[in-house]
Every structure is written in C-alpha cells, then in structure tokens.
C-alpha cells in the first residue's frame, strides 16, 4: 500500500475576493488528494510498473503474494507445508486451496464483490482510475494525535466502498477504513521505503474498530516487475 501529489495538491486555496475577508478553504477534490499522493509515492514511476511479488510475514507466519498492476489478478499465499492456504483470483474466477488439497473455484457475486475490493486496495488500483475505474468522494478533514488527514471515500467497480485517509503533510496514504468489510477494521501503514523507484509500507497493522489490535504485518523484500499470469488461475484437478 503506498500513495502521493502534484500541482493538484494547490486545490486547497482559499478563495479571496479583492478587498474583501478571505472565504472559507475549500475541501480537495477526492480526485486531488489521490492525485497529491501519486506525485508524492513516485509519480510516474508508478505508470512503468507492471506487477508486485511481495514477502513477508503477518500474525508471525510468512506470506507471500503476486500482483497484477495492469489487470485484475491475484495470488496470496500464507503459512508454509500442508497448513498453506491460497487465495487466487484471475480476474473472472475467484479460488482457494490448501495444503495439496483441490481448488475450490467460485463466480459468486458476493465473493467475488469481496475479492474484487481486496485486489483493488492490495495494487493500489485508486492510482490507476483509467485502469481500475472507481467511484471517489472527499469526506471530510480529520485531526488524530497532533496529525491531519483527508479522508476519501472509494468504491472500486464491481467492489465496495472503503475509506482511505491520507496525510495532509506527506500526502501518504496513512489509514484504510473499512468499515463494512468481514470483519470491520482499519488498517494503519507505516515505514514508508522506496522500492522500484516508488515508496511502499513496509509495516501495517490491523486493528478491530474499537482499537484492538487483530494482526500486524510486515513486508520482508517487494520486487516490481511481471508476473507469470498463470499464478492466477486455479490449478488443474490432479
């Protein structure tokens, strides 16, 4: 997870009218602030990324996982031997396995809404409107331990709507809120580090709506560059 701004970033002015007391600072545009957090997080160096293999461990057990930064796809893996559980996700068929277990493959709306809206955020698809179209709306300002952050809300086609707060001096993303998600929690990025000549959180953690904190996540290496479509598609039946 990762973001920044540009010129777009100027969007926040206060409107002054010619001897006259300066009007009330207008709120950004959702469109401004992702705008803001793209120049910010590397820019154009964005647009030549092609795809994310990703290590690293959450809750104390490793993980790893591809991206497509093109087009839909996606493939989590996590623990190790027999325990591995997979989640795959081609861009039609949503699927999982375990250990040597079989795949189990699935086009159900509902699933597929929720695999949807974790590829989206998982790649940072709010980067990318033209390629991942989405729904975007400004909320509001909020204020939390000496910081400030506007808070957008973005709804990825065919997925649902999650908040995304970003820091109003770095313009990084800081906070995913997702407050209809199963279950509702937020999501807070930290270390921000450049790899592929963008900057990326190396460090989340997740916590319960009440503040508890669930899991906690690290990246260990992020490589950019292509990946092997075929990662994406549920294995044949043995």
Do not use: Q
């Not at 293999?53 to 790893?64: D, I, K, L």
């Not at 997925?159 to 109003?168: A, C, M, S, T, Y």
Request: glycine share 12%.
């Amino acid at each position: 997870m990762s973001i920044g701004f540009g010129p777009l970033a100027l969007a926040v002015l206060l409107l002054l009218a010619p001897g006259c007391a300066s009007a009330p600072a207008r709120a950004p545009s959702a469109a401004a602030v992702l705008a803001a957090s793209k120049a910010a997080s590397g820019g154009a160096a964005w647009d030549r990324i092609e795809g994310l293999t990703e290590r690293g461990s959450h809750g104390g057990m490793p993980y790893r996982t591809w991206l497509d930064f093109r087009r839909h796809g996606m493939r989590m893996e996590s623990g190790t031997g027999e325990a591995t559980r997979v989640h795959g996700y081609n861009g039609e068929t949503d699927w999982t396995a375990r250990g040597a277990g079989p795949a189990l493959a699935s086009r159900d709306p509902a699933v597929l809404r929720e695999t949807i809206t974790t590829f989206y955020f998982s790649a940072s698809g709010y980067l990318f409107p033209a390629r991942f179209p989405a729904a975007t709306r400004y909320l509001r300002e909020e204020a939390e331990g000496g910081r400030r952050f506007d808070a957008i809300e973005v709804t990825p086609e065919g997925g649902r709507p999650v908040e995304l707060w970003f820091d109003k001096d770095t313009h990084l993303l800081a906070r995913i809120v997702d407050r209809t998600g199963p279950p509702p929690v937020t999501i807070s990025a930290s270390d921000y580090r450049r790899a592929g000549g963008v900057l990326v959180a190396f460090g989340a953690t997740v916590r319960a709506m009440d503040g508890t904190i669930v899991d906690e996540g690290r990246i260990e290496s992020a490589e950019f560059g292509p990946v092997d479509r075929s990662l994406f598609d549920p294995p044949a039946p043995r």
